[in-house]
């Protein structure tokens, strides 16, 4: 059997660092079925080509074809440009890919600040349903308004993600307690401002709250349930990040403290992800597409290395997405090769052999 | 001539920090009008006693007899309660203070982070419109919509105070170049999520972009224009905060920023802020009404005193304001009087006579 994966390099150094993805799954050897990866358009760069920023080709081979997807990041221009629409976006929602998943942890052993949570961020609604509209008022200025969406429906569905995932980690850490940092119990933190936007917010925070409150079965009875107040968490995400084991937001909080959580790890280069749905999983690294090193070859493979990892355990491939982690640790560790967002002097190509050969 | 002050404690920790506010301007004797103490009622515990959190009388009291205000802090029901709405997000929009500006700097000489950058915060659109709603769908779960609006008039006018904000910094800086970190040109940093919302956050950047690229006398020829996406704000924030002079910010973002600031810098204790408009300015602590230390003694007062030194100097007592701020600075550097949220064990009231002994 083959594992077939769709390739969105998209734009800037997401084709850099997609590379590194097909290197260390092909250097897993048998320990997975013989992947396969189908390079697929998407990006700005298609956009000003050919006028589409996701080609309808492209969402439909992964839905017909693929077992999965990597993707590697995407420009935006800066202004409003008539027809373009970001494709990371829209990718979420045509594969109803609701859960971003984003676990930020230092290395074990490394200085530094000690961290080891998740962020399971909404990834289909809040802002991002992007219904917007302008108007000029009588006086001739310009009035624009927003939807923010929150249903039940999404947040009882991430919020379940969210609990599972607490349940996940705390097995992992009774089957290898030196392996990880969080020594507490499973804990779900909620985020949000249910202080100024009852109805929403609050929706979102009932709702998650009734997934374990509301159990039948009690299944989620040994996690505890949290919450912060999102500007307060990014405060106590900078004073102590140790508190923390899975938060639940909702999009935009969520894509927001990724960004946080990402500065306590060193580089945004480090954190991976994966956009996560029912019947598909997409890898992409959290960082963007930095056209300010693009081209140069230092771009940090191993968020993207990392989302491969992510992946592939999504699949249900542990044991090989643990040997993954373990090389990057391990290069981590040794410092010896890295890249400039590290302080190291390292290309890319030079972390992924590094990573290749501690497999 | 006097200086009338209405003084709304509210609830919390904001009883206990307010009166460092009145013993300090008292403490700077003929070097500003008499101060007059006006207390007024509002908040949470307000609300539970008679059925609102914002007294028709202290609006009324504060537009017709006031020279400024300062609020304490408010506690807020984290489960939605009819009727109850947040007392300092109506405050702000009655007295039309569209402005919440929020300095963050480190101590010249202290160790840390090295930081000097203010948030100038919409304060009266965005999310907190307050617009929402919520319905039942077919299936029976819930649906929620929040409406955020985002005008050319609000954007234009804190824009135009971000700008005038860089300006009067410079000036500051050129006069007395010791006392500042921040070395670089006056720079006004954009904070916006375009990519995603470009219609709204789009009319946001371009807003406050031409509020200095068509101004026709070339009033802010001499101020950098930079921009960051919010995420990414978040994430330099942390990693370089010595690159940001001056940001504007939608308000959901500013608030925000100004937590992931304040972490910056110790303690969310530090952190002041003023909430201005055209007419009227009230000066606010950035902390919340902490119930974990409430009745304690230990709150930190510094936030609202340097919130009264703000509020000093908007109304044109630069000079003393400048006291204010020297002495809590020496209080800070030798570091002898503090409360625990530093490290220290003072209580609220040790620290404010230390600051009374350096003025
Ligand atoms: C590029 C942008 C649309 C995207 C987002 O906001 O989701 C990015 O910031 C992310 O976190 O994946
Ligand atoms: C208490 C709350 C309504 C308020 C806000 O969100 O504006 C607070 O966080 C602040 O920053 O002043």
Request: include cysteine; charged fraction near 25%.
């Amino acid at each position: 059997s083959t594992l077939k994966l769709g390739m969105i390099p998209a734009d800037g150094i997401g084709r850099e660092v997609l590379p590194a993805a097909q290197r260390v799954l092909e250097a897993l050897g048998s320990s997975i079925p013989k992947p396969e990866f189908i390079p697929l358009l998407a990006g700005w760069d298609h956009f000003t080509k050919f006028g589409t920023a996701l080609p309808e080709e492209t969402i439909q081979v992964l839905k017909t074809e693929c077992d999965g997807a990597m993707f590697g990041a995407v420009s935006s221009p800066s202004n409003k440009v008539e027809g373009y629409s970001s494709p990371i976006v829209a990718l979420r929602k045509h594969l109803d890919l609701y859960a971003n998943i984003r676990p930020v942890a230092s290395v074990p052993g490394m200085e530094g600040k000690q961290v080891n949570m998740v962020i399971v961020r909404e990834n289909t609604e809040c802002l991002y349903v992007k219904q917007e509209k302008i108007e000029t008022l009588p006086d001739g200025t310009k009035k624009a308004v927003a939807i923010r969406q929150i249903t039940e429906r999404a947040s009882s569905r991430i919020g379940r993600m969210a609990f599972e995932l607490a349940l996940k980690r705390a097995e992992e850490r009774a089957a290898n307690p030196g392996g990880s940092f969080w020594k507490g119990p499973p804990k779900v933190t909620i985020i949000h401002k249910s202080n100024v936007l009852s109805v929403t917010d609050g929706l979102f925070r009932e709702t998650v709250r009734a997934v374990k409150e509301k159990d039948a079965s009690n299944r989620y009875a040994s996690v505890d349930l949290e919450e912060q107040i999102v500007d307060s968490m990014v405060y106590r995400l900078f004073r102590e990040p140790e508190i923390f084991d899975v938060t639940v937001a909702p999009n935009l909080y969520g894509d927001i403290i990724s960004d946080g959580a990402a500065a306590l790890v060193g580089s945004l280069g480090l954190v991976p992800s994966i956009n996560a749905g029912d019947h598909f999983a997409m890898g992409e690294p959290v960082h963007g597409s930095a056209p300010d090193i693009e081209g140069k070859g230092i771009a940090n493979p191993i968020a993207t290395i990392r989302s491969a990892a992510l992946l592939l355990s999504h699949l249900g491939y542990t044991g090989p997405a643990a040997r993954i982690n373990a090389a990057v640790n391990s290069v981590l560790l040794e410092g010896q090769v890295s890249t400039p967002d590290l302080g190291g002097k390292s290309s890319t190509n030079e972390v992924i052999d590094a990573v290749i050969r501690k497999l």
